[in-house]
């Protein structure tokens, strides 16, 4: 199982980016797909999160500004980031929980990491 992540870039302060993460391999079931971001200096901290259902969570600082979604057809996750603020510079990472088989258990996957840098 591979998770690729792209649509980063370099932004100015109010602009967006849209993020996508497509998993690919052996793939029976996703459950939980999370953006991770890692600023330099900084811990890796959870951005957003969705559940197969579609249930969504933030936190605080990207809430309002950002949205995450998902197409389980396609096996891809989304970010849409607007507003977008210097703060916002990072690495983002995605991770989803996979399985291969029914009778399997559910293992995290991540990607590369896409780059994103929001200019004052």
Known sequence: ????????GLVQAGGSLRL??????RIFSINDMNW????????????AAITSAG??????SVEGRFTISRDNAKNTMYLEMNSLK??????????????????VPYYDYWGQGTQVTVSS
Request: net charge negative; glycine share 10%; hydrophobic share 30%.
């Open 1 to 8: 199982v591979q998770l690729q992540a792209s649509g980063g």
């Open 20 to 25: 996508a993460c497509a998993a690919s391999g």
């Open 36 to 47: 991770y971001r890692q600023a330099p200096g900084k811990q890796r901290e959870l951005v």
């Open 55 to 60: 249930y969504a969570r933030y936190t605080d």
């Open 86 to 103: 210097p703060e916002d510079t990072a690495v983002y990472y995605c991770s989803a929980e996979v399985r291969m088989g029914l009778e």
